[in-house]
């Protein structure tokens, strides 16, 4: 996901992604056939899921600290953040203890758990913006249950199974296998998936403010 200048535009372009996951899903469920392979798959939709939270998260912290104006019109600067790689070689400095010897020297796969580290980021840095990243973070336990779906899609262990029941059962839903599950209304009469993009969508309303 790009960087933008402006939050809120960071913002819709998450939207949309959300969007046309939610479509992709919805897609799935008309199929009637769960399993199937490739987009048209509940794995794919959720690792998606996945992927873009962690992507947003990642987008929103580079976004704040090389600069960029939220949605009430404040500013966000860290000092001497003006590009992209300043802003891996800060984070890498706190979270990865690296030193300015090794600076821009880093591998994607090297990267924090942005979902995770974001609001810890924030206050360390101490954007702006950290008041709203801090609130939005506070809502955001949703993407420990998307985590475990998605990490059973990834490797589909059988301990990891009984993560993902307990995950079911923690939302009344209960079954023999992660796409029955993901395709088992609550008892509210929604989908979990659909129920994970609205929380992603008050999350990106909140940590952009």
Avoid at 114 to 136: M, V, Y
């Amino acid at each position: 996901m790009r960087i933008r200048k402006n939050l809120g535009q960071l913002r819709d372009d998450y939207l949309i992604r959300l969007d046309r996951l939610e479509q992709r899903f919805d897609e799935v469920l008309r199929l009637n056939d769960p399993r199937h392979d490739g987009k048209t798959s509940i794995s794919y939709c959720v690792i998606e899921l996945m992927n873009g939270y962690r992507d947003f998260n990642r987008a929103l912290l580079a976004s704040s600290m090389i600069g960029a104006r939220t949605t009430l019109g404040n500013k966000t600067k860290t000092p001497g953040v003006e590009y992209e790689y300043d802003f891996i070689d800060t984070v890498f400095q706190i979270v990865k203890k690296r030193t300015d010897s090794t600076r821009h020297s880093w591998n994607s796969r090297d990267e924090p758990a942005w979902e995770a580290e974001i609001n810890r980021l924030a206050t360390l840095l101490q954007l702006q913006n950290e008041l709203s990243i801090s609130t939005a973070f506070s809502i955001s336990g949703f993407y420990k249950d998307i985590k475990v779906i998605r990490n059973f899609f990834c490797h589909r262990s059988r301990l990891l199974f009984d993560e993902v029941k307990n995950v079911g059962l923690s939302h009344l839903i209960s079954g023999n296998s992660a796409e029955e599950i993901m395709t088992t209304r609550e008892k509210n009469g929604d989908y979990l998936l659909h129920y994970w993009v609205d929380q992603c969508r008050i999350y990106a309303e909140f940590s952009v403010e």
